[in-house]
């Protein structure tokens, strides 16, 4: 699997940005793309995931009405849309992927395999 991810950058508070992940390879009924975001000093925390097997999606509490997270099939690519965003969304933004994670493992970094590189959200007040 491989993954490319790509948008951020800096926006004021209540702005919107769209996050983009390629993901190529991923084909198992449990592929999983998951988004994480981490911000100095602190853990790398969940955000979001879409699930191949019926389309599903997760997010995390903190972002749950702003954030939304869709798939492009035809472009194998997931976005994350970031809405009514906040100075505490500020962090590196990752896009994650595993072709065998379970429902209880999604919000667990340590159980993604795949990574793309990190992209920098930064949210101004």
């Known amino acids: 699997v491989q993954l490319q991810a790509s948008g951020g950058g800096l926006v004021q508070a209540g702005g919107s940005l769209r996050l983009s992940c390629a993901a190529s390879?991923?084909?198992?009924?449990?592929?999983?793309v998951g988004w994480f975001r981490q911000a100095p000093g602190k853990e790398r925390e969940f955000v979001g995931a879409?699930?191949?097997?019926?389309?599903?999606?997760y997010y995390a509490d903190s972002v749950k009405g702003r954030f939304t997270i869709s798939r492009d099939n035809a472009k194998n690519t997931v976005y994350l849309q970031m809405n009514s965003l906040k100075p505490e969304d500020t962090a590196t933004y990752y896009c994650?992927?595993?072709?065998?994670?379970?429902?209880?493992?999604?919000?667990?970094?340590?159980?993604?395999?795949?990574w793309g590189q990190g992209t920098q959200i930064t949210v101004s007040s």
């Open positions: 390879g991923g084909t198992a009924s449990r592929f999983v």
């Open positions: 994650a992927a595993d072709n065998s994670l379970i429902l209880s493992s999604i919000r667990d970094p340590q159980q993604y395999d795949y």
């Open positions: 879409w699930r191949q097997n019926g389309g599903y999606t």
